[in-house]
């Protein structure tokens, strides 16, 4: 890899609004998220599984985004605080949970391996047929939404001000 890679600007800006340029481009990600949410993942595993990619794919807004999530589907504020270190804490971690990580990570990580056979098998152990097409398609959104976001440098939204 060239420095050219590795190296981030010191200062980021936006280089362009997906949603402002085309509107419509977006709709085909809503549908699919719809899909996601009606689904029986529920929202503390899919803001996990969304913050997760997130942490791996360094998707600043997408994880200001997922943790906000997280904390409103009522994840425990310790499980987010060592989510990117997760196996280290495992015990923090149901079984489905963790089964749910070690899948994001390697789908995440497709180019490093693929999924193997013990990391699928783990998931398939403990989800469904049907919630296991429902998690892929968070997975994969989730890479989506992240690369959309990092390769346009999208502005993280403006909020209040935290009372510290």
Avoid at 39 to 53: N, P, Y
Avoid at 68 to 94: I, M, N, P, T
Avoid at 100 to 125: F, H, K, M, N, P
Wanted: hydrophobic share 45%; proline share 4%; net charge negative.
């Amino acid at each position: 890899m060239t420095t050219e890679h590795m190296v981030r600007p010191t200062s980021i800006t936006q280089r362009l609004s997906v949603q402002e340029t085309d509107p419509q481009a977006y709709l085909p990600m809503y549908a699919l998220e719809k899909y996601i949410h009606a689904g029986s993942l529920g929202e503390a595993l899919l803001s996990l599984v969304k913050t997760r990619a997130s942490q791996l794919n360094g998707c600043a807004w997408c994880l200001d985004m997922h943790a906000q999530e997280a904390r409103a589907a009522d994840v425990d504020q310790r499980k987010l605080d060592v989510l990117a270190g997760w196996h280290e804490a495992a015990g923090l971690f149901s079984e489905r949970e963790q089964a749910a990580l070690r899948l994001t990570e390697q789908v995440t990580q497709i180019s490093q391996g693929g999924v193997s056979d013990a990391v699928w098998d783990g998931a398939s152990d403990v989800f469904s047929p049907r919630e296991m097409v429902e998690l892929l398609m968070a997975i994969s959104a989730i890479n989506v939404w992240n690369r959309l976001a990092v390769a346009t440098r999208q502005d993280l939204p403006q909020r209040p001000a935290s009372a510290s």
